[in-house]
């Protein structure tokens, strides 16, 4: 077993005890199976950030909501759990096909690190040239995906009026007290700040 990179066509076995690769075309035939598998891996990548925003789309539509003050186990389970039995039913299917998805994509990225870990320096070269293609044909999906989570969680965020404008109320000996909104922690409502000014 090699623990440093180096160049040949005989990897035998390969990641499995029936697979051996003797010849030069059996190499390209294995590091050509290997780009198609990087490929698919960034694929994967960006369906599980878009599958996700498909369910929690569909939970929010089917009219099930925690309250602000939930517990932190509704972090943890789906809130589409907790509503009508058809929803219940739906939500849990959906949630089910999200954590196969995620538990395919883990396995991909394993196979993948143990292919790298056999230090040939064409498997690497394949993997490393796998991913680079799938960045390139799935990063600005990726890119734009997180933008719009991004952007929904800004217009999730409530603002009120005090928000805006920063309320600013003068006390005695030359400060100011500044009353701002907490959005952190759902328990706090609000953070009083003293501003001291230097005349």
Same mark, same amino acid.
């Given at each position: ?28 035939? @294995?590091?050509? =199976?290997? &780009?198609? %598998? #990087?490929?698919?891996?960034? !694929?994967?990548?960006?369906?599980? +950030? ?67 870990? @056999?230090?040939? =320096?064409? &498997?690497? %070269? #394949?993997?490393?040239?796998? !991913?680079?293609?799938?960045?390139? +044909? ?62």
């Amino acid at each position: 077993m090699h623990m440093w990179f180096w160049f040949g066509t005989q990897l035998s076995p390969f990641l499995l005890p029936g697979y051996n690769v003797t010849t030069t075309w059996g190499v390209v035939a @294995t590091c050509l =199976g290997l &780009i198609a %598998l #990087a490929i698919t891996y960034e !694929a994967m990548k960006t369906f599980q +950030i878009k599958m996700h925003q498909m369910n929690k789309a569909a939970l929010a539509a089917s009219g099930s909501s925690a309250s602000e003050n939930s517990s932190l186990l509704y972090h943890l389970v789906p809130v589409g759990l907790t509503g009508n039995r058809g929803y219940r039913c739906q939500a849990l299917c959906r949630w089910l096909m999200e954590v196969f998805h995620y538990t395919v994509h883990v396995t991909l990225g394993y196979i993948m690190m143990l292919a790298a870990m @056999t230090f040939n =320096g064409y &498997i690497f %070269l #394949a993997l490393v040239a796998g !991913a680079a293609v799938g960045y390139h +044909i799935f990063g600005p999906t990726l890119l734009a995906l997180n933008i719009s989570e991004v952007r929904r969680r800004y217009e999730d965020v409530p603002c009120e009026s005090e928000c805006t404008g920063g309320n600013l109320e003068t006390s005695e000996g030359g400060s100011q007290q500044s009353t701002i909104p907490a959005i952190e922690e759902p328990g706090i409502s609000e953070v009083n700040a003293d501003v001291h000014i230097q005349y």
